[in-house]
């Protein structure tokens, strides 16, 4: 059997991370076997690139994982993640629990208990601020209805997901749509003075919501995506 060596790394669950972290190996000369979400697979030794790597993740709130327990925290996030795609797209994927349990082949008490205790917070409170961040999106895309939002998240009615954003947000679904309408932008999460991330052949981004700092969501440099599909760090 073929030899891996294995990254893992903190934050990283969503598409853009993937990108980032593709184009830092990239600047680094390094060639990794596969880059996915919370993870990046080596077929050879990577120790030369580790420091000025960790340096370039930590710049955007990514962090290298070493301790087992945070490893398996990490791999909780991004089931989490993937559940959430499966539910968008439609699938039956069941319960949250059932469905790590099996994707992580472990106890889902023994999975939250550790959770948390890391994070201090409940796995399923992780997934309330993804679901949010994902109907966040959407309202600033503008093109579903929020029934049809709440529809396709997996929400029973609309009062839930109104309900649910409010209370993770602090503020109501209207009101976030008029500042988005009026900014054209994220401009209630008062990170008016950061850079943006620019994918030219789609929309603009305030910040990128996957990535958690201390301080609230980290800033990704600015991506621009060109029209060979590759993107640039500026």
Do not use: W
């Not at 620019?198 to 029209?227: D, N, Q, W």
Request: aromatic share 8%; charged share 25%; proline share 3%.
């Amino acid at each position: 059997m073929k030899t891996t060596f294995e990254l893992h790394i903190k934050n990283m669950v969503c598409e853009r991370c993937i990108i980032y972290v593709q184009q830092v190996l990239q600047q680094l000369n390094a060639s990794p076997h596969k880059v996915e979400l919370g993870h990046v697979i080596f077929s050879s030794p990577c120790d030369s690139i580790l420091p000025t790597l960790e340096k370039k993740l930590n710049e955007v709130g990514l962090y290298l994982v070493h301790e087992k327990a945070e490893v398996t925290v990490e791999e909780i996030k991004v089931q989490v993640v993937k559940y959430l795609d499966e539910v968008e797209a439609g699938n039956t994927v069941g319960k949250l629990s059932a469905y790590l349990a099996d994707q992580l082949a472990k106890n889902y008490f023994g999975l939250t208990k550790l959770f948390t205790k890391t994070e201090n917070r409940t796995i399923e409170s992780y997934l309330i601020e993804q679901k949010i961040e994902r109907v966040k999106q959407l309202l600033r895309e503008g093109e579903l209805t929020l029934s049809e939002i709440s529809y396709r998240l997996g929400y029973s009615n609309v009062q839930h997901v109104s309900s649910q954003f409010r209370k993770t947000v602090g503020y109501s679904v209207r009101e976030y749509k008029t500042s988005c309408s009026s900014n054209g932008l994220d401009h209630v999460s008062k990170l008016e003075d950061t850079p943006t991330i620019e994918m030219k052949s789609s929309r603009k981004y305030k910040y990128c919501g996957c990535v958690e700092t201390p301080r609230g969501m980290a800033l990704f440099p600015r991506i621009t995506h060109t029209t060979t599909n590759n993107f640039v760090l500026q």
